[in-house]
Each structure stands twice: as structure tokens, then as C-alpha cells.
């Protein structure tokens, strides 16, 4: 059986939530991707072109610090990493985290949480992006995600 790592960024709690019914529904092992400096309301306001969210993720570029690092990552075979959707991207802070780790040999799945945006664009440029790492699926999920929803896409 494999072992499942859950790791994932969450600016308001909406991609916690559902990481953590996924982690309940699989067994799996969570990791929270945390931003050194967290993300205010202010920061977070995409209608300013000059708050924070908007600067990094108009710069390509941009890799915002992570507080902690997975010190076991050897011990997983699959790596889930969720996030809410920006931009119809992944937050930067993302990439922070596939490039301090190596995620070689390991299937990589991808959940996203979003008031509207699908998951397609920001998973492809991931898979593109990253065309020596094994990105499998990814997922759009609701708060109400249920055991269903997750078994059928992860454990097939």
C-alpha cells in the first residue's frame, strides 16, 4: 500500500478543510505549506494590483518562503499538493515547495479549492512546468468533498 503525503497551502482555510477530510478519508499524512510571512486580508485582496497575492503572481518569478519542510518525504510514494486557486493558477508559493523538494519518483496529484475556477489550467502548467516529475490527476473539490469523491480519484 502507499504511503500518501497531503501537503498543501491554504490562505483562509477553504483548501485546510479539505485537506484535512481527505487526509480522514485516505490514511494519508498532512503537511501544511506555510508561507514565512502569512497572508493578510490586505494581501490577499486581488482587486489591488499592488497587494501581495497580485505582485507575486504577476511575476512568475516570485517564490515566497515556506516555514517548514517535509523531513520525511523519502517515506511517500504519492504526494498530494493542494491549493486555492489564483489567477487560474497555483500560488506561487507552490512552486517554492515542488522546487525545495524532491519529488522524483514519487505520483503527484493535485486538489484545488475555488470559488469558481476549475483545476485544467493551473494543474497543466504545473505538469508542464515540471515535465520531469509524475503529475497524474488533479481535482476540483467542495467543502462538502465526500469519501466518494476522494477514493474515486485517488485510490483507482
Do not use: H, Q
Request: charged fraction near 20%.
Amino acid at each position: 500500500m502507499s504511503k500518501i503525503l497531503i501537503s498543501y497551502f491554504s490562505a483562509s482555510g477553504v483548501t485546510k478543510g479539505v485537506a484535512n477530510k481527505i487526509a480522514e478519508y485516505t490514511g494519508g499524512d498532512l503537511f501544511e505549506i506555510e508561507p514565512v510571512n502569512k497572508y493578510t486580508d490586505e494581501d490577499l485582496n486581488w482587486n489591488n494590483n499592488n497587494s501581495r497575492s497580485s505582485v507575486e503572481m504577476n511575476n512568475p518569478l516570485s517564490r515566497p518562503e515556506i516555514k517548514n519542510k517535509v523531513s520525511n518525504l523519502s517515506d511517500y510514494d504519492t504526494v498530494l499538493i493542494g491549493f486555492p486557486v489564483w489567477w487560474d493558477l497555483a500560488p506561487r508559493i507552490i512552486n517554492t515547495f515542488v522546487e525545495e523538494n524532491n519529488l522524483e519518483n514519487k505520483k503527484i496529484f493535485c486538489f484545488v479549492t475555488s470559488g469558481g475556477s476549475n483545476v485544467n489550467n493551473s494543474f497543466n502548467i504545473l505538469k508542464n512546468t515540471y515535465g520531469n516529475l509524475n503529475f497524474v490527476s488533479a481535482k476540483r473539490f467542495e467543502t462538502t468533498v465526500s469519501e466518494n469523491d476522494v477514493t474515486n480519484w485517488i485510490l483507482v
